[in-house]
């Protein structure tokens, strides 16, 4: 077939119906025309059933012609289902998903026989040749591209929060004021001794001086417009989520970090004794294990019982890691399920202390939380021009105070050992 035959015929396809369509004469051959011969068919199937079954049961036979016919049924019946079947599967592939709102996927011989150049040269007569090209069907822009569409998923990947526990060492409470004054003993001196009947008894000396710790505020904001949080159901929990969580991180650093200076907190670290090995006893090779032992024991000889130990994740995972000469683990059970535990105390560990720092004491009795007023998170279109441009500012605060009554129950030092 030489190229003038070859593009008559394909100017003809371009010009023959579209699949599916029917013309004046032809079979109804579309899916709604095919389902209602298939549901006459299926009538006349059930028709035949119920004459056979009422002649069963009266004892008659049924006629040979009648058997004819209801093979003749079933066998349209089947075929029905096989066009239907096969009109199905061509409109499934014609169209990318069955969408109506998806442009159709055209065929080689479609894309030809509607090419400009085939149609300018059936117009003119069918004169002489003509060559051309077909584009590639590639995912480049301008091709097929533009019907592939990434799968979205509704899931948002945040970035990694780290554990906030140091709000868990402490006594929680509540105010009403902006600050708190409480009582601080200074003075203990204990000269209580056994009396003789009649004998004055001694006197001890006890000193108590008033402290203040104010609330602070902490807070922060964003910006977001009124079209993003409309349009994505999950923004506005997720913002909440991250602000809350915002407000909380650095609570946690001032809690723990804070030096008292500005609008920071005074935080334990902060007002914590620092570290002095207790005289009478003796240590030799001391290691970061030993350390901490020694801090436990300056905690109880001032009367306190500790309660936990703060110390860097790494710190931690290198104590977790002593072995013993035979190789075994010394403090850690790598197939146990305990919580991280030393010296019977239970052990928290977080980055914001430092790589090299350690707290311990009793937490509960050394400091108290004062909430003020807790995580409230606000949405506003009345924010300097947000009303005109449709934006809208979220902002979360939270507002506290942090007691620290006895800082003696709390030893502070390093683990790097001499």
């Excluded at 902060?270 to 436990?296: F, H, W």
């Excluded at 004491?361 to 947000?386: H, P, Y």
Aim: hydrophobic share 40%.
């Amino acid at each position: 077939m030489n190229m003038l035959t070859s593009a008559t015929a394909l100017a003809a396809g371009a010009r023959s119906l579209e699949f599916g369509r029917k013309a004046a004469g032809d079979d109804d051959k579309t899916l709604e025309g095919l389902q209602k011969q298939l549901g006459d068919t299926l009538g006349e199937v059930k028709e035949f059933a119920k004459e056979f079954k009422a002649k069963s049961e009266a004892g008659e036979k049924v006629s040979t012609e009648t058997k004819e016919k209801a093979d003749k049924a079933l066998s349209e019946l089947e075929g029905l289902r096989g066009e239907i079947t096969e009109l199905s599967q061509k409109l499934a592939q014609s169209r990318r998903g069955g969408d109506d709102d998806q442009p159709a996927l055209k065929s080689l011989g479609v894309e030809v026989a509607n090419h400009d150049e085939v149609r300018a040269y059936v117009d003119g007569g069918c004169k002489g040749t003509i060559g051309f090209s077909v584009k590639a069907v590639t995912t480049a822009a301008g091709s097929a591209g533009g019907l592939i569409r990434p799968d979205r998923q509704t899931d948002i990947v945040g970035i990694p929060r780290m554990g906030l526990r140091v709000r868990d060492l402490l006594t929680p409470g509540r105010t009403d004021g902006n600050s708190i004054e409480f009582a601080k003993q200074v003075t203990r001196t204990n000269n209580a001794a056994p009396v003789a009947e009649g004998a004055q008894k001694p006197e001890s000396v006890y000193e108590w001086d008033v402290d203040d710790a104010p609330v602070r505020t902490i807070a922060h904001w964003v910006p977001v417009s009124r079209q993003a949080m409309d349009d994505i159901p999950q923004l506005e929990s997720l913002i909440d989520g991250e602000l809350r969580w915002g407000l909380d991180d650095v609570e946690d650093a001032e809690l723990l970090l804070g030096d008292g200076t500005g609008q920071h907190l005074n935080g334990l670290y902060t007002q914590a004794t620092a570290y002095a090995q207790p005289s009478g006893v003796s240590i030799s090779g001391e290691t970061k294990i030993d350390r901490l032992r020694l801090a436990i024991l300056q905690v109880e000889l001032a009367d306190f019982a500790p309660d936990g130990i703060v110390i860097h994740p790494t710190q931690w995972a290198n104590i977790e890691l002593t072995k013993d000469a035979a190789g075994g683990y010394i403090f850690a059970n790598p197939q146990g399920v305990a919580g991280p535990v030393l010296w019977g105390r239970p052990v928290v560990s977080t980055k914001r202390i430092g790589a090299n720092n350690f707290l311990t004491g009793n937490f509960k009795l050394a400091g108290q939380i004062f909430d003020r007023m807790d995580t409230e998170v606000r949405i506003s279109d009345q924010d300097r021009d947000n009303f005109i441009k449709n934006m809208l500012t979220v902002r979360a605060e939270k507002r506290l105070a942090l007691v620290v009554r006895r800082p003696a129950a709390l030893v502070k030092g390093s683990l790097v050992i001499a």
